[in-house]
C-alpha cells in the first residue's frame, strides 16, 4: 500500500530533550516536506527536501533540522525542543514539488 | 492578503448541501486544492482544479473558482456525518511552487 509513515504518532517530552520525529515514504517520491498545523493557523512548512541531500527552509524553520540521506526518509530533528514546539506535524511526500502532496497521518507533540 | 483565508466553522443538516469558502492570496496561482481531515488522520487530498478553470465536479463535490476575485469554493452536496471533518483549502503559489494552507473549516453535520 502506497503510504507515508510517522513515527511516532503521540509524544510527550520535556524542554531540551532531543528528539526526532521519523518520516517515511514507499513511493519513490523526490519531494518531501514537514508541517506543522497550529489552531487557527492552518500548515506552515518547516523544511521540504527535493531530493537526496538537498534540503531547505520553509517558512518556519527555527528550532528544527532535517535531514535527506535517503531518498524514502525525511527525519524532523529538534535538538532542543521548547514549549513553542507543542504542535500537529505532518510530514508529506510527492513526485516533484509541483506535483500532488499524500500526507502522513501526524504526529502529536507536547512539550512541557 | 497574505493569508488564505477560511472560515472556522461550518454547521449543517444531514442531506442538505454544504458551503466552504476560501480566499487566497496569489492571482497567479496555479493549483487550488481541497484537504479533508479527519479526527487523529492525517490530511486526505479531496480534490483540486487547475488555475485556468471555473468549475470542476467529482461526484457530490463540486469546486468553484473565481480568479478575478481569488475565491474557491467546496460544494458537498447531500452532506452525511460521514463528511463531518476539517477542510482545508491550499493554493500552489506561482514563484516557488510552495503550498500555502488555509486555517482549516471544521464542518459539523448535524443528524
Known amino acids: 500500500e502506497a503510504q507515508v509513515t510517522q513515527n511516532p504518532r503521540y509524544l510527550i517530552t520535556v524542554t531540551g530533550k532531543k528528539l526526532t520525529v521519523t518520516c517515511s515514504q514507499n513511493?519513490?517520491?523526490?519531494?518531501m516536506s514537514w508541517y506543522r498545523q497550529d489552531p487557527g493557523l492552518g500548515l506552515r512548512q518547516i523544511y521540504y527536501?527535493?531530493?537526496?541531500?538537498?534540503?531547505d527552509k520553509g517558512d518556519v524553520p527555527e528550532g528544527y533540522k532535517v535531514s535527506r540521506k535517503e531518498k524514502r526518509n525525511f527525519p524532523l530533528i529538534l535538538e532542543s525542543p521548547s514549549p513553542n514546539q507543542t504542535s500537529l506535524y505532518f510530514c508529506?511526500?510527492?513526485?516533484?514539488?509541483?506535483?500532488?502532496?499524500?500526507f502522513g497521518p501526524g504526529t502529536r507533540l507536547l512539550v512541557l | 492578503g497574505e493569508d488564505v483565508e477560511q472560515s472556522l466553522f461550518l454547521s449543517v443538516r444531514e442531506g442538505d448541501s454544504s458551503v466552504i469558502n476560501c480566499t487566497y492570496t496569489?492571482?497567479?496561482?496555479?493549483?487550488l486544492y481541497w484537504y479533508k481531515q479527519e479526527p487523529g488522520a492525517g490530511l486526505q487530498l479531496l480534490t483540486y482544479i487547475f488555475s485556468n478553470m471555473d468549475m470542476k465536479q467529482d461526484q457530490r463535490l463540486t469546486v468553484l473558482l473565481n480568479k478575478k476575485d481569488k475565491h474557491l469554493s467546496l460544494r458537498i452536496a447531500d452532506t452525511q456525518t460521514g463528511d463531518s471533518a476539517i477542510y482545508f483549502c491550499?493554493?500552489?503559489?506561482?514563484?516557488?511552487?510552495?503550498?500555502?494552507f488555509g486555517a482549516g473549516t471544521r464542518l459539523t453535520v448535524k443528524p
Open positions: 491550499a493554493e500552489r503559489v506561482y514563484n516557488n511552487n510552495d503550498m500555502r
Open positions: 527536501s527535493m531530493n537526496v541531500e538537498v534540503t
Open positions: 496569489d492571482s497567479s496561482s496555479t493549483y
Open positions: 513511493m519513490n517520491h523526490e519531494y
Open positions: 508529506a511526500s510527492s513526485f516533484s514539488r509541483e506535483a500532488t502532496q499524500y
